[in-house]
């Protein structure tokens, strides 16, 4: 060994090491890997609550009549305001059981029904524990497929239509954002701190 030379540190075993992970496994803080859930793994887990929601929607679709009955008596002069009113409202509570359904579950056990059946879970990263509810709550609004529709109807009531029209399309690259990321994590998951894995 030379008079001035400094032995070189040993290598780090754990660094590179998410680089060196094969595409469908991703590394959490606590050193666990975890395998990630496919993109269409979950759109069938998707198609599933979206089949739960489409029963809980209609429940409040279905009372539409029955609230326009009590609020609007039946005269073919009703007002047409107070009919969109209505209409909103109730498309308003649909999109509430929607978010409050996604919500709940993810905040509970990590798993919808759908995700549940299909043995796939919402972890939080980099810890991997189940999503806190400020969290799930994020998750579910930014990927509820009812959210956009009263905001675009109300966007031509208001001075912001031009930039609120364009809330379904947005809804859609969210979608499409999980097939081009390396852990499938679409920009919901992103915002939230989150990542689907498949159930071990």
Same mark, same amino acid.
């Given at each position: 060994?030379?008079?001035?030379?400094? @032995?070189?540190?040993?290598? *780090?075993?754990?660094?590179?090491?998410?680089?060196?992970?094969?595409?469908?496994?991703?590394?959490?803080?606590?050193?666990?890997?975890?395998?990630?859930?496919?993109?269409?793994?979950?759109?069938?887990?998707?198609?599933? *609550?979206?089949?739960?929601?489409? +029963?809980?929607?209609?429940?409040?679709?279905?009372?539409?009549? &029955?609230?326009?009955?009590?609020?609007?008596? @039946?005269?073919?002069?009703?007002?047409?305001?107070?009919?969109?009113?209505?209409?909103?409202?109730?498309?308003?509570?649909?999109?509430?059981?929607?978010?409050? /359904?996604?919500?709940?579950?993810?905040?509970?056990?990590?798993?919808? +029904?759908? #995700?549940?059946?299909?043995?796939?879970?919402?972890?939080?990263?980099?810890?991997?524990?189940?999503?806190?509810?400020? #969290?799930?709550?994020?998750?579910?609004?930014?990927?509820? @497929?009812?959210?956009?529709?009263?905001?675009?109807?109300?966007?031509?009531?208001?001075? &912001?239509?031009?930039?609120?029209?364009?809330?379904?399309?947005?809804?859609?690259?969210? /979608?499409?954002?999980?097939?081009?990321?390396?852990? /499938?994590?679409?920009?919901?998951?992103?915002?939230?701190?989150?990542? +689907?894995?498949? #159930?071990?």
């Amino acid at each position: 060994m030379r008079p001035n030379s400094r @032995p070189r540190p040993s290598p *780090d075993p754990h660094a590179n090491s998410a680089a060196s992970l094969p595409k469908s496994r991703a590394e959490l803080a606590t050193g666990e890997t975890v395998e990630l859930a496919k993109p269409l793994r979950r759109l069938a887990a998707r198609m599933v *609550d979206s089949v739960i929601l489409g +029963v809980l929607c209609w429940g409040a679709w279905s009372s539409l009549p &029955f609230v326009l009955a009590v609020f609007i008596p @039946p005269s073919p002069t009703a007002p047409i305001g107070l009919v969109i009113l209505v209409f909103l409202a109730v498309l308003l509570v649909a999109t509430v059981l929607s978010i409050g /359904y996604e919500t709940a579950a993810t905040a509970w056990r990590g798993q919808t +029904v759908g #995700k549940r059946m299909l043995r796939i879970k919402v972890i939080s990263v980099p810890q991997g524990s189940v999503p806190r509810l400020t #969290k799930s709550l994020l998750r579910a609004a930014l990927t509820s @497929p009812l959210l956009p529709i009263p905001l675009f109807v109300a966007s031509f009531l208001t001075p &912001f239509a031009v930039s609120l029209t364009y809330l379904p399309l947005v809804t859609v690259l969210i /979608y499409l954002s999980v097939a081009w990321d390396r852990e /499938y994590r679409g920009w919901h998951d992103q915002a939230a701190g989150t990542l +689907v894995v498949n #159930k071990q």
